[in-house]
């Protein structure tokens, strides 16, 4: 088991520019996390999706962040016009099942530099 | 929404020394909790999941005790060692399916030969 695949590990944007962060869930996931790490404001949830299906988006910004999930094996969060304070480790999680007692499993993340 | 406090936000032992995390929150409906490992420039790794009212848990070399009541969950690495130095971090879960995560600020440990 591989766990979960994040590409790219690192990108460098300059301002306005968008980012595409691809995430790949451990097979047989049902749930996929988005999360972002900044030091100032830590681990924030952003977005979930259960069996490809976008649930809870409650932490995306309402403009620019968007995340999509077109098959199981993949799901994408796209930054349009990139900003500076966007410049964070992003990080994507699965889970077994959305059951709350599962645990979530992190990737590597991407490390997302705006210039 | 729940909020997750996390002490001390940096801790610096001995090796051989215990060193205690511990987070507090605000949700009494907070059903799950996590603790995670980071070491630097890797990715979050789960040392244990808890849930009972009052658990303690051990693993290899920390024991975890969470008490509801206080709404306070800790985790004690015993007899710490230079490879326990990472960040850790508290994760709280409610019981709505498939709920976030709402994680505490995190702890950087350093544990000096």
């Known amino acids: 088991n591989a766990g979960v695949i994040q590409t790219p590990r690192h990108k460098v944007t300059g301002k306005g520019q968008e980012a595409t962060l691809w995430c790949e869930p451990i097979?047989?996931?049902?749930?996929v996390f988005w999360y972002r790490q900044t030091i100032v404001q830590g681990l924030e949830f952003l977005t979930y999706?259960?069996?490809?299906?976008?649930?809870?988006d409650s932490g995306m910004p309402k403009e620019r962040f968007s995340a999509q999930m077109p098959n199981q094996s993949h799901s994408t969060l796209k930054i349009q016009s990139t900003q500076p304070q966007d410049s964070a480790v992003y990080l994507c999680?699965?889970?077994?099942?959305?059951?709350?007692?599962?645990?979530?499993?992190f990737g590597p993340g991407t490390r997302l530099t705006v210039l | 929404g729940e909020q997750v406090e996390q002490r001390p936000p940096h801790l610096s032992v001995r090796e051989g020394d215990s060193a205690v995390i511990t987070c507090t929150y605000t949700?009494?409906?907070?059903?799950?909790f996590f603790w995670y490992k980071q070491e630097p420039g890797a990715s979050l790794q789960l040392l244990m999941k808890?849930?009972?009212?009052?658990e303690i848990n051990e693993g290899q070399g920390f024991t975890v005790l969470l008490n509801k009541k206080d709404k306070r969950l800790s985790l004690n690495l015993t007899a710490a060692h230079p490879g326990d130095s990472a960040a850790y971090f508290c994760?709280?879960?409610?019981?709505?399916?498939?709920?976030?995560?709402?994680f505490g600020g995190g702890t950087r440990l350093t544990v000096r030969p």
């Open positions: 994760a709280v879960r409610d019981n709505n399916a498939g709920a976030k995560l709402t």
């Open positions: 949700d009494p409906n907070s059903y799950y």
């Open positions: 999706f259960r069996n490809q299906a976008p649930i809870d």
């Open positions: 808890v849930f009972s009212s009052t």
């Open positions: 097979s047989g996931h049902s749930a």
């Open positions: 999680a699965s889970s077994y099942s959305w059951d709350s007692s599962y645990e979530q499993y």
